[in-house]
Structures are given as structure tokens and as C-alpha cells.
């Protein structure tokens, strides 16, 4: 359908999630909503992403504290101490 030109006239104003583009114009379209510098209307929080460094002391993790982390997302608080 992308090569129908009379098909993209019709589908371009109704296609939000820019499905209709080329691989590369939807990969930039998509990181551009996904990471929008303001909330969208129709955005709605629903938890919180958190990284991670692990306070245990199993000898493989203890050695690499610097560099291995927990990532996550919660629907609770994030306790920052």
C-alpha cells in the first residue's frame, strides 16, 4: 500500500503511529514521540523507571558494581537513598 499513491492520500492523515513511512522516517518519528521533551494530552503516568546499583556483596557482583545495575518499573515510590 505505501506504493498506491491514491492508497497514501487516503491512510497518511489517519496513520498517528506513521506506519505508512519508510523504515528509517518511522524509526526517527517513533524516538521523536517516544521521547518527546512534554507530555502529550493524552499521556498518562502510570510508574516510574528505575536504575540500579546492587548492595550485594556475592564477590562477582561486588567486582563489578560499577558497571552492573538493575533496571526497572514500578507503579510504587522509588526510595533515592
Do not use: W
Not at 498517528?16 to 526517527?28: I, K, P
Not at 540500579?52 to 518499573?73: N, Q, W
Amino acid at each position: 500500500m505505501r506504493a498506491l499513491e491514491e492508497c497514501r492520500a487516503l491512510l497518511t492523515p489517519l496513520d498517528h503511529q506513521v506506519l505508512l513511512a519508510g523504515a528509517e522516517n518511522a524509526a526517527a518519528a517513533s524516538m521523536e514521540t517516544m521521547f518527546a521533551d512534554e507530555a502529550d494530552g493524552d499521556d498518562l503516568a502510570s510508574g516510574t523507571i528505575y536504575v540500579l546499583r546492587s548492595k550485594s556483596e556475592h564477590p562477582v557482583v561486588a567486582a563489578h558494581r560499577d558497571v552492573l545495575h538493575k533496571i526497572g518499573v514500578t507503579g510504587g515510590d522509588v526510595d533515592p537513598h
